[in-house]
């Protein structure tokens, strides 16, 4: 149990794009979801704190308007990477923590990561 | 100053060494401590969550003193198959902060035969 999908695993695109990255709990519901970034060589970095059914909360020098979150659904979480430029190349991470079936409170548990390159 | 520093390494130990890492945390109201692993363009997994009385899993022992604001985490017999980044994590339980994990950097292990 408790098994975090993302999609696409990896995604390569042009400057000045838009790239959409899901997140889904498999098997549990997730009332929070949080995005990570993480570069090469470099700790994960939190980026948003995602409640579903409310807007997410940024962490302070990430601009909500590039990264936009959503969280409609107890399963379901997207980044959108707006307009992305080759500095937005990165590990994405994301991660979910639910309250139903037995699972540990506040145990976060992580999807398998979307690689983003930026030509 | 960042909520957890690691020294990054590289560790390069051979097949059956005991290597230990460090980690120390700057917030005194970190309540719960992790040591994660996580292999090279993959997802971090939770390796061992770390108490107050010292614990062990097989071959992984975590130690954690509040006072000093430390973690460590020891690694015996090691294997070709222990090769990984491990991250030291922390995580606040209360107010605005709550659930939220604290990673730091990482420490790059590899073991040669």
Redesign the interface.
Known sequence: GAVVSQHPSRVICKSGTSVKIECRSLDFQATTMFWYRQFPKQSLMLMATSNEGSKATYEQGVEKDKFLINHASLTLSTLTVTSAHPEDSSFYICSARGLAGGLPYNEQFFGPGTRLTVL | RKE?EQD?GPFNVPEGATVAFNCTYSNSASQ?FFWYRQDC??????LMSVYSSGNEDGRFTAQLNRASQYISLLIRDSKLSDSATY?CVV?L?RGST????Y????TQLTVWP
């Open positions: 957890v990054p719960s363009r993959k997802e971090p997994k939770l991250l995580r339980d709550l659930g939220r994990l990673f730091g950097r990482g």
